[in-house]
């Protein structure tokens, strides 16, 4: 599946509904081995709950990848180092970020440099993990 293609011609908020499929697989695989990871569910439930319109500010995506208090998607990815749900959290970490990017966009928030950063080359990114593991 080509990511871009198929999600770049959709609304921000279709964008991040069907990413929201994306990340449940994510979720379920990393619950797999990990049954506890709240920081996975947050990031799933936010893509979920964006996509199907509630406001919710960029700000709070940042939070779930990367938060003041240490908690967050990317905390969680380099704990997973050379783990069986590494790969999953790292794909969840990037559908995330992607999210957080339409969200700054639509709200006007000054958008923090590491999520300015991605763009729709991120899809691109997350296809490859994606292929990696066969999802």
Request: aromatic share 6%; no cysteine; hydrophobic share 40%.
């Amino acid at each position: 599946m080509k990511l871009r293609a198929e999600l770049t011609v959709l609304p921000p908020r279709e964008q991040a509904r069907r990413l929201a499929a994306v990340a449940a697989s994510l979720v379920a695989q990393i619950e797999r081995t990990e049954p506890h990871a709240p920081e996975a569910e947050a990031a799933l439930a936010a893509i979920r709950t964006w996509g199907d319109g509630a406001h919710l500010m960029g700000r709070y995506f940042s939070d779930l990848i990367y938060s003041d208090d240490e908690r967050g998607t990317l905390r969680r990815l380099s704990e997973a180092t050379g783990k069986p749900s590494e790969d999953s959290w790292n794909a969840l970490t990037t559908a995330t970020m992607y999210v957080a990017w339409l969200v700054y966009q639509e709200t006007g928030e000054p958008m923090p440099s590491d999520v300015n950063e991605v763009g729709e080359d991120s899809l691109d990114l997350l296809d490859e993990q994606l292929a990696k593991l066969h999802i």
